[in-house]
């Protein structure tokens, strides 16, 4: 394959790329009213592995934490955002995310369609030193936005304390600093009550 | 200082930064009617940088360049979104960016703040091959998305071809395969009356 035939592929995956700003979370960004999408949450996910990457549990390589948060969430295009306390959307996610793999890295040339479905399926995995990290980030980032907006999405989604602690606990196993912290935020959240007083979403 | 401390300074940081997804740019992502945050817009540099660090001229370290383009519009959350096109805006960019930079990036522990800082200065100076790259994919973004829409942004705002041509030059000099496929882009679009035919905003 010639440079100007990767190359047009590699644009195509870039074009396909930019649906992922119309795939909406069920949380909103800090101070502000809309729900975020995939790509800014994405975006966050990356400010923070180099931010907190002093943080870290063992030693992951920030390079591949990072594509790995880049792309954790392409897969949505297709399969859309299947929220954490959402139980029949769980139960179909992985296959919905599977197929959606398949066409949307296969976009690239192949060695890099290979690269990054490996990425995805390692950050699905949650068992690598970057896998580890970059969940505890994924968990870690919709805990202090619902805090910082006064639980908000918490009490709309009937989520308590008790929810919002199980759903964090991987940040312990990527960092143990950002897990006392992490348990710091929601016992000040229940404090403030900012939790829902009862549970009105499934458990996870 | 300790370890709370400084993840104290590190999440007012990463809480300020999610101001960015609320200051907007004058395009629009692919195929989406609304206007582009610049959150989403670093992200989606971040995922070209991975994905066309082959194309690079010379040999730009691929981490710096991923924290250059995540950090490269911080600044905005004071300073806002200026447009290419806008003169008067242009004039007071710098000093208006300085202040902002100063104060964003000072939310971080000294030594990150630092780093931080100088990234930015380096993608502005435009002259480190990484800083070469990261601006070749700044000019490369707008210019696919708004072919990809068709133009509109172009007729909205009287941009030219040959202004278009202009503002896409530094791509040359991140990469001679990007900025054959941006010429080519130019052309089809010239081809296919996406552009303005009369110039109604300042040559820059």
Chains 1, 2 share one sequence.
């Not at 179909?92 to 479905?117: C, G, H, M, S, W």
């Not at 006064?150 to 940040?171: A, D, F, M, Y």
């Amino acid at each position: 394959m010639n440079t100007s035939d990767k190359l047009a592929q590699q644009i195509q995956f870039l074009v396909e790329s930019e649906k992922l700003k119309a795939v909406f979370r069920r949380n909103s960004p800090v101070n502000n009213e809309r729900r975020e999408n995939s790509a800014e949450h994405s975006w966050s996910l990356a400010i923070m592995a180099i931010v907190l990457a002093g943080h870290a549990n063992g030693q992951p390589d920030l390079l591949r934490v990072l594509k790995m948060v880049l792309i954790h969430d392409i897969v949505e295009i297709d399969a859309g955002d299947t929220d954490a306390f959402d139980a029949a959307g769980n139960a179909t996610k992985a296959d919905r995310e599977n197929r959606a793999a398949e066409r949307i890295f296969n976009l690239l040339p192949a060695v890099q369609a290979a690269e990054y479905r490996g990425l995805w399926q390692e950050f699905e995995s949650g068992v690598s030193p970057e896998a580890v990290f970059a969940n505890a980030l994924d968990r870690l980032l919709p805990l202090i936005q619902n805090f910082y907006n006064g639980g908000k999405s918490w009490r709309e989604h009937g989520v308590t304390s008790q929810q919002s602690l199980n759903r964090s606990r991987p940040i312990g196993d990527g960092s143990s600093a950002l897990w006392d912290y992490a348990r710091s935020l929601v016992t000040e959240a229940q404090q403030r009550n900012f939790y829902s007083p009862a549970n009105k979403t499934p458990d996870i």
